[in-house]
């Protein structure tokens, strides 16, 4: 048995194998649309897998980078790649509970969304504090001579 691991590693010239797994999960994405009636359809090809799996690389990455140092940004880009990407790589609503891989990929979607949780709390706490340091000047007191 295989255990369920998005990786972007060799990303080669066609996206490499995280473009492949994309594929097979967005292929599920438009599935579900189209049982729901949206009239939402995805065109998927290679080179467009190649170009979302960049995107994705770079938002963790890029995200990640400024999140290190304390950026708002970098919290929102984070949360953007999370937002997204989570429902469609941890598709655990397309597994019975008797799959092995069930659990394994309920577990990490679930981790994602612990993550999500703190980058929101993370992003509330800094614009908070910085109103708060904006609302608390001192005002210099003139003394009675």
Do not use: C
Not at 40 to 64: C, E, N, P, R, S
Not at 89 to 97: E, G, I, K, R
């Amino acid at each position: 048995m295989e255990v369920y691991v998005f990786r972007f590693n060799d990303f080669g010239t066609d996206g490499g194998p995280a473009a492949k797994e994309l594929f097979s999960k967005l292929n599920v994405v438009n599935e579900h649309l189209s049982s729901l009636g949206v009239g939402v359809k995805l065109h998927l090809d290679a080179d467009i897998l190649k170009y979302v799996v960049a995107t994705i690389v770079f938002l963790q990455g890029f995200g990640g980078f400024l999140f290190i140092f304390g950026s708002n940004f970098g919290a929102y880009l984070l949360s953007f790649y999370l937002l997204i990407s989570s429902p469609i790589l941890y598709d655990f609503y397309n597994y019975s509970t008797q799959d092995p891989k069930f659990f394994i990929i309920l577990k990490d979607f679930f981790q994602h969304v612990a993550f999500l949780g703190a980058l929101i709390f993370f992003i509330g706490m800094k614009t908070s504090t910085q109103r708060r340091s904006i609302k608390k000047k001192p005002t210099p007191k003139q003394k009675a001579n």
